[in-house]
């Protein structure tokens, strides 16, 4: 069972068994513009992503 | 990755400092370093009545709240733009400060734009022309004036906004591709003057990452989507530039701007006693400005007409 990860309306699938920062490179997302959330808990980059996880990624860059 | 200080499990990771630490006591360095900077910089003391400048996003709630729990005597100043963007984006936002507010029992202050000068800022942004179709540069003129204005008029000491470290390094990165002026307004203080309250950025050397997590770990309700009119601005593009260069150096943000301020202070740029000379008052609402007659918000108002100006 894939892990997925939601950044505001896309969703993405990756393999689990990686970490969150091999994840975020698959995706092409800089780990510098998003938290990572678990069941509402932060996680570090070096998480093991583990089977039928979902990871919201909170964009942190604002316009302002 | 563990936290430094208990060994606990750490949820925040600094890079650029080397450091990663648990919920709790990230939530307790953010408001220490704060402190740290507000010191260092001389922002403001604890006798200073403070207007915070939120605009209901995680950098300004955060602040507003890091500045109560430090014990400073915080008001808040929301200024309602008039933006909707197809999502309510200013109502939302609205809401949620005022929910903020309410919640922790702090004395908010509300400028609405439509009800205050009978036209809100997109509309505005129409009907002067300015800004290439975007209301951004309206929108900042605006946001300026009011801000100085209920400071000055309500007898703050100080404004305090809710820049963080992205910012900062955003805009000099863009200031310096351009070597503009603005390169020597950027500090973390901007003195008081006759007219001009004095402006103070305490979270400036937070990066807009911690702000961010600091936000989620307390809790903060902040409005998450961004202004409709954001999408694809420079200032983004720039933050993001930036955030491929500390991805592959960390620390490198951090250093751009602290040793921006060192040049500065080693004289690299002019003095800063140049740069509020020879300012005017405006005849309309007796704010400083820089050519005489009246100022850039009240010559705006007055081509659309306001009866308030």
Known sequence: ?64 | MKCRKCGGKATVNMRQHKLALCSQHYLEWVPEQTERFIKKYEMFSKNEKILVAVSGGKDSLSLWDILCRLGYQADGLYIGLGIDGGIGYSTESQRLTQRFASERGLTLHIVDMQRDYGHSIPVLAQATHRGKGKPCAVCGLSKRHEMNRIARDMGYDVLATGHNLDDEAAVLFSNTLSWSDYLLRQEPVLPSSDGLARKVKPLCRLYEKEMAAYALLRGIKYIYEECPFAEGSTTIYYKELLNQLENQRPGAKLSFYLKFLDAKQNGLFSPKDQLLSNLHTCPGCGQPTSAPGLCSFCRMMEKVGSPEV
């Open chain 1, 1 to 64: 069972m894939p892990t997925k990860l939601i950044l505001r309306d896309k969703e993405f699938e990756v393999k689990s068994g990686m970490t969150l920062l091999s994840a975020l490179n698959k995706i092409d997302v800089i780990p510098e513009a998003v938290i990572a959330t678990r069941k509402g808990e932060l996680i570090l980059e070096d998480e093991i992503l583990r089977d039928g996880d979902v990871i919201k990624l909170v964009a942190v860059i604002s316009g302002g």
